[in-house]
């Protein structure tokens, strides 16, 4: 399990178990993060929903990420206060979306 997940469960005083496709969509995201390897800050931490949220920002981007206990990928990326694009993906569609989302509009 990624670092960053056992550390957001750790310090998180709830007690229900956390979905198995929560910490798996999770995973995935922190490797793709970690494999684009730009300079990142944020924090991930664990909802009363039981998700994990992950708040990522890039240059002058807010990227809120939330991975759902149904297995859905709830996003709101931000430019200042505007919204410059949100949903809900799979994993599988989220992942392109944001690495095309990257590409063309924060690097």
Not at 3 to 26: C, G, K, M, W, Y
Not at 85 to 94: L, T
Request: aromatic content about 12%; overall charge negative.
């Amino acid at each position: 399990m990624h670092a960053e997940i056992e550390a957001a469960l750790n310090n998180s005083d709830q007690e229900f178990p956390v979905p198995i496709v929560t910490l798996q969509n999770a995973e995935k995201l922190l490797h793709y993060i970690e494999d684009v390897n730009l300079e990142r800050t944020g924090r991930l931490e664990l909802t009363a929903a039981e998700s994990l949220y992950l708040l990522w920002t890039v240059a002058d981007w807010e990227l809120n990420i939330e991975c759902l206990k149904n297995g859905r990928i709830l996003f709101t990326f931000r430019k200042g206060w505007i919204a410059k694009a949100c949903g809900s993906f799979n994993i599988e569609e989220f992942i392109p979306y944001l690495e095309e989302y990257l590409l063309m509009d924060i690097c």
